[in-house]
């Protein structure tokens, strides 16, 4: 499944790299709202949740709707600017109408097409809709939207405040370390954007994230087919520290689309795609192809051995084996005239934290 850019004839210039204060406390947040999926900050979350006092701490919770399971628009700026303040005014430079839809789609969990005009601000039926999406979320996100319907500007003012007041008590200090990766990194990718070329830089970025053959589209590797153009706009990639192992896309209609992804660590990061994850999935959900591989994890078999062990025929052993080895759980090595196959045991093992990792992407 993948999510295109559009950007034919789109000039150079319209692709940026660049840094996010507002985009990094949004991917701080996400972590304090979901550490399971963040295990190497699950420390860092629990200091911060430590430190914070019970109105902010219920502040979180009451917004956390708007970062949680996935990202309102507005909070991966386009235009990314030097400091926190200068984003959080153009965040409310956005009208009502815009914002409030943004802020709908994760606290209903569901896309803009159930959010579509007439507008819930203004009609009673698109507002009911809005608040049942709600309520089957939960009492919180039902109490949320209402406040969100009801008076935009008081929730707004509130949500602002209360990301100035994480600025207050742990932002700035998370964002003095974390400025400082985040500069290498975009070193590294202008520096390759200006030298190589599109297709380099967007290596560098996500083995997840590629440069279609013809040059006029932008693939990323997400677990939604989907489609939007960069037109007339251009495209904004903003690294983030605290952001692994998500690829964060903002791609609705009406929005500038951007990419936010997480710089890489120290250690081997490369994402499997997720085509490779189905096809190892597929493959194990064989119960064949199960067989064939307990024998296989004791050692390596040809496939005449294999075929006598489970009373099979040659030629359907080597249909299931062609299965796997595509699915890159074997590798197969010629020793004479025999061809003895071996379980990639490495990518058996990683197959979970692979799903996991392919899931949150």
């Known amino acids: 499944m993948t999510l295109r850019i559009d950007i034919g004839g789109l000039p150079s210039e319209r692709v940026r790299f660049a840094a996010s ?28 949740w430590s430190g914070l ?39 409310d430079r956005i009208d009502d109408e815009r914002y409030v839809t943004a802020a709908l789609v994760p606290t209903c969990g569901t896309d803009r097409g159930h959010l579509a005009a007439p507008s819930p601000l203004t009609d009673a039926g698109a ?38 007041q994480c600025a207050d008590a742990f932002f700035d200090t998370a964002w003095a370390d974390a400025v400082v990766r985040l500069a290498t990194d975009l070193r590294v990718k202008n520096d390759l954007l200006k030298r190589e070329g599109l297709g380099a830089a967007l290596a560098s ?25 960069a037109h007339g706009t251009g495209v904004t990639f903003i690294p983030s520290v605290f952001g692994r192992p998500h690829l964060v896309v903002v791609h609705a209609p009406g929005w500038q689309p951007v990419v936010q ?4 660590d120290a250690g081997p990061v490369e994402p499997v795609p ?42 359907e052993v080597s249909r299931h084996l062609a299965a796997l080895r595509r699915a890159g759980l ?13 379980l990639d045991l490495p990518a058996l093992t990683t197959l979970g934290t692979d799903l996991l990792a392919a899931v949150l992407r």
Do not use: N
């Open 261 to 264: 992804y997480p710089v890489a």
């Open 330 to 342: 074997l590798t197969a090595r010629r020793q004479g005239r025999y061809v003895r196959h071996t």
């Open 127 to 164: 507002r009911e809709r809005a608040l049942d999406l709600a309520q089957a979320r939960g009492p919180g996100q039902e109490t949320f939207a209402e406040r969100l319907l009801e008076d935009p500007a008081a929730v707004r003012a509130r949500v602002r405040d209360t990301l100035e």
């Open 205 to 229: 970025v996500s083995g997840a994230v590629t440069l279609a053959p013809d040059g006029d589209c932008i693939l990323v590797d997400k677990l939604q087919d989907r489609a939007t153009t």
């Open 53 to 91: 006092s019970p109105e902010l701490a219920e502040r979180l919770r009451e917004a956390e709707f708007l970062w949680r399971s996935s990202q309102a628009d507005f909070l991966i700026p386009a235009r990314p600017r030097p400091t926190l303040a200068e984003e959080l005014d153009d965040v």
């Open 21 to 48: 204060p507002l985009a990094e406390l949004t991917a701080m947040l996400h972590v304090l709202a979901e550490p399971a999926h963040h295990p190497q900050l699950a420390g860092w979350a629990a200091e911060v």
């Open 274 to 315: 997720l085509e490779t994850v189905t096809l190892r999935l597929e493959a194990l959900a064989h119960p064949v192809r199960l067989r064939l591989l307990r024998t296989l994890a004791r050692g390596p078999h040809t496939t005449g051995e294999l075929a006598h062990t489970w009373h099979l025929s040659p030629p």
